[in-house]
């Protein structure tokens, strides 16, 4: 399940929620009991970098290389 970021627009109280994808989001602000809660976007909490991550794994002989085009060796 997803961590989601919420602030009262009411009292500016913040907090991280453990929620399902498909949870209705959070309307009632737990400090001030006002329904004023918005959902922020916030950062996923991984990173897919590095250049050609995807490409070679699982890969074996000569299709490691796809994105070098049609080399014959």
Known sequence: MPLYDYQCASCDH????????SAAP???CPACQAPAL????????????GSGWYETDFKTGAKKNLAGGDKAD
């Open 38 to 49: 918005k959902k922020l976007l916030s950062v996923p909490g991984f990173r897919l970098s």
């Open 14 to 21: 913040r907090m991280e929620v453990l929620q399902k994808i």
């Open 26 to 28: 959070l309307t009632d």
